[in-house]
Structure formats: structure tokens, C-alpha cells
């Protein structure tokens, strides 16, 4: 069997790839791919050249970036982790031929998965299939950042996603797909305001549309929220920040938006590295924390309760009750995977806006 595989084959260059596909080992699923999601943060990093790990190999084992002898190398030919797909061939008594699952292989229109050592969520009838892109890979970035702040709020014994935000004052710089799905998720569990900071009058609007306080970058919003975020004398501003923009001047704003001793949960990937933060000022005063919530980890400590199926379970939850508004509000785009190379350039080159884009396989296309 063959597919249909979006390569990056040099910085600006994308195409579709015609590859051909293994068979299905004993264990394994043949996906026939629905529905696959852009996130356009990480990926346009190779469109544009600039993905880190493009200039230093990043040795996963030591947990270090060095060198540049096996930094990555175009073309790039696994783009993408939001795919939605229906079992064409089960080798596996876990899943039946017709089941729609969610998991991450990258935009091509079918993939032989290993359920064994892939992660691969079966989709529940009742939620739409286009929004099962967000179910195996981002929404579990999302739930993890929670799940950070919640373990840094009551230790690694959380029994609640919402522990670290209920009844508490958020913010999250940010609002790109990641951060309005965490606003989304803050809101949902429980806080008791949420504010969301982002430069775009567009995503302003889009938060303030999902009832978030929208402020701008430009307007000193640590000052605004600190005016309105009172706990007491030379107490003021957020008990938790999520940094979902990677950029330094956010991760910044975030950092003076806290109240003493808070936390930012930082969810961003700096490609250019963080070297405006100014780490003298605010961060020391005030006794600050940034703890990254990496997706590939859960916070130290809940591993034994937490880990990527739990992650993705939240997600469903959250969709169910708000995949409405995430419908109406975050997902900008569904086009065909053959319009996928144009829109992705025009995005990279600021031709075009989106929150969230999705392409869409049609059987035939496979």
C-alpha cells in the first residue's frame, strides 16, 4: 500500500510525497488517515528554518543539545502529531477494523502503527472526528501544564486536574492554540478568573469571545492585573502563569504578573532562545519559580497515576463539554491535506491567520 507523506524538503520547500507503506506486523493497525492537525508553533520551525534542533543534535539520552554532526537534516519527512484515523487492518485484539482512534505519526494520509509502543486513543462515538485532533498529542500538552501547576500546588499526590487552578487567578501569555486550550482547561476546572495576554488583536478577540479577560502585550498587562489581582499588603497578581508563547518577552510578562512566590508553568518552545528575560528584576524579588512542563514528562512523583492516557481522557472530557466553542472559535481552518504545502507557507510568511487548522483525507484520497 502507498500514501500520500507532507515532507519538508528544504526551508520554504513542501510537498507531498508519494511513499510506500510496510505491511501490518502482528500487533500492528493499518490507519487510513481522517483528519490531520497543524501545529503551527513546532512545525513551521522547519518550514522556516529555525527549529534548534537543526543547528545542534539534541542527545536524548544525556539530555543535552551538542554538536552538529547529527543535528537534523532536510528533508524533514515526519511532520505533525494531531491525526485523527480509522482502523483499516487490525493485527491487534485491542482495536477492530472501522475504529476511529486519535494519534501522532504526522501529516500523511495512512500509517502502520504499533499500539504496543505508539500511543493510540480510541475516539468515543459522540465526539466529532475533526475535533479528535487535539485528543492524543496536544491536548495532553495542555493537561500536562495543569497537571504541573497542580503537583506544585499539593505535591505529587493530585487526584485532580484542577488542583493547582481552582479557585485561583491565571494567567497565560499566549494565545495561540496552546494557550486557549489551556485557558480553556484553567476555566473548566474551576478558576476563579482567567486572563489571557497576546499581542494579535485577533486572538484577543478570540479569548474574549471564550468569556477570558483579553489584555494586551503592549499595555503593560502585569501592571493591569496586579491593580485588579489584590491578596493583601505587597501581595498582588497571579497565583499561576502559563507561558504558552516562545518568545522571551513573554515568558517576561509573565514573570512580572506574578504574585511573590508564584509560578509560571511554561509550556513554550524558544527557538531562539530566552536571552531578554531578565532574570535579575522580578524573578529574584520576588522569589519566582519557572517550571517547564515538558509533554514527554509528568511532574516527579505521579507518573504511577498520570501519564499520556490519563493526559488524553482529560482532553475528551474537555471537548465534550466545550468542543462547541473550540469548534466555533479555535479551529479557523479545515482544508484539504492538498492545500496543507500553500497554507502552511502563507502562515510562515504572515500572508494568513490561523488559531488552529485541520486538513482533511478523503477515503478516495488515500
Known amino acids: 500500500m502507498k500514501r500520500r507523506n507532507l515532507v519538508v524538503t528544504a526551508p520554504g520547500e513542501l510537498s507531498l510525497v508519494v511513499e510506500d507503506l510496510p505491511e501490518v506486523p502482528d500487533g500492528g493497525l493499518l490507519l487510513e488517515t481522517v483528519a490531520t492537525g497543524l501545529s503551527a508553533g513546532t512545525e513551521l520551525t522547519f518550514v522556516k528554518g529555525?527549529?534548534?534542533?537543526?543547528?545542534?543534535?539534541?542527545?536524548?539520552?544525556?539530555?543535552?543539545?551538542?554538536?552538529?554532526?547529527?543535528?537534523?537534516?532536510?528533508p524533514v519527512t515526519r511532520l505533525g502529531y494531531m491525526e485523527v484515523a480509522r482502523v483499516a487492518r487490525s493485527r491487534s485484539p485491542a482495536f477492530a477494523e472501522g475504529d476511529l482512534v486519535a494519534a501522532a505519526y504526522g501529516h500523511a494520509t495512512a500509517h502502520v502503527a504499533d499500539p504496543v509502543h505508539e500511543h493510540v486513543v480510541p475516539l468515543p462515538a459522540d465526539l466529532d472526528p475533526v475535533l479528535g485532533v487535539y485528543v492524543a498529542h496536544l491536548g495532553p500538552i495542555c493537561a500536562n501544564g495543569l497537571l504541573h501547576a497542580a503537583a506544585d500546588a499539593v505535591g505529587p499526590t493530585v487526584d485532580h486536574l484542577g488542583a493547582g487552578v481552582s479557585g485561583r487567578r491565571v494567567l497565560v501569555t499566549g494565545a495561540g492554540l496552546i494557550g486557549l486550550l489551556?485557558?480553556?482547561?484553567?476555566?473548566?476546572?474551576?478558576?476563579?478568573?482567567?486572563?489571557?495576554?497576546?499581542?494579535?488583536?485577533?486572538?484577543?478577540?478570540?479569548a474574549a469571545n471564550l468569556g477570558l479577560l483579553a489584555l494586551d502585550e503592549a499595555d503593560d498587562p502585569a501592571l493591569a492585573l496586579k491593580a485588579r489581582w489584590r491578596h493583601g499588603p505587597g501581595d498582588h497578581g497571579a497565583d499561576v502563569a502559563f507561558q504558552c508563547r516562545g518568545r522571551p518577552h513573554a515568558l517576561a510578562t509573565a514573570l512580572r504578573a506574578l504574585r511573590p512566590q508564584g509560578v509560571v508553568v511554561d509550556l513554550a518552545f524558544y527557538t531562539g532562545g530566552a536571552d531578554d528575560v531578565r532574570l535579575g528584576e522580578e524573578f529574584h524579588h520576588n522569589g519566582l519559580t519557572v517550571r517547564c512542563a515538558q509533554i514527554s514528562r509528568t511532574p516527579r512523583g505521579t507518573a504511577g497515576h498520570w501519564d499520556r492516557a490519563r493526559l488524553s481522557a482529560e482532553t475528551v472530557r474537555l471537548l465534550r463539554r466545550c468542543g462547541e466553542e473550540v469548534r466555533d472559535h479555535l479551529l479557523t481552518e479545515v482544508v484539504p491535506l492538498e492545500d496543507a504545502p500553500r497554507l502552511m507557507l502563507e502562515v510562515a510568511g504572515h500572508q494568513r491567520h490561523v488559531v488552529s487548522a485541520v486538513f482533511t483525507v478523503d477515503a478516495e484520497g488515500q
Open 50 to 74: 529555525d527549529h534548534p534542533g537543526l543547528a545542534r543534535a539534541h542527545d536524548a539520552e544525556m539530555g543535552l543539545f551538542r554538536g552538529t554532526a547529527d543535528a537534523l537534516r532536510y
Open 182 to 206: 489551556t485557558a480553556l482547561f484553567v476555566r473548566e476546572h474551576g478558576a476563579d478568573e482567567v486572563a489571557v495576554v497576546d499581542a494579535d488583536p485577533r486572538r484577543r478577540a478570540v
